[in-house]
């Protein structure tokens, strides 16, 4: 059974820090692209940042430069430390693993982040 549970999200004031974690277990994460999207109220759900197998990394330009995605392979882990927020930033925060090679992509359960004075 494949699980992604995410963790870490909550109320931040703008211009803080928040890191949000994935962990994974019934997929061979080492073979998996990992990637965070959100989802604010009204809107469309978007790509923030990916990861690759490989290790390569992008971002969306909203994000780039404040946002760091990592992943531990140890840990079956993924991260994205959020620095700088934004309230723009507000957003469930919904972690993703694909293998497109094999068409199998999984979703977690989401984390809410929310950026308020």
């Known amino acids: 059974q494949v699980q992604l549970v995410e963790s870490g999200g909550g109320l931040v004031q703008p211009g803080g820090s928040l890191r949000v974690s994935c962990a994974a277990s019934g997929i061979s994460f080492s073979r998996y692209a990992m990637g965070w999207y959100r989802q604010a109220p009204g809107k469309q759900r978007e790509l923030v940042a990916v990861?690759?197998?490989?290790?390569?990394?992008n971002y969306a330009d909203s994000v780039k430069g404040r946002f760091t995605i990592s992943r531990d392979s140890a840990r079956n882990t993924v991260y994205l430390q959020m620095n700088s927020l934004r309230p723009e930033d507000t957003a469930v925060y919904y972690c993703?693993?694909?293998?497109?090679?094999?068409?199998?992509?999984?979703w977690g359960q989401g984390t809410q982040v929310t950026v308020s004075s």
């Open positions: 990861i690759t197998s490989g290790g390569s990394t």
């Open positions: 993703n693993a694909n293998w497109a090679t094999i068409s199998r992509d999984y």
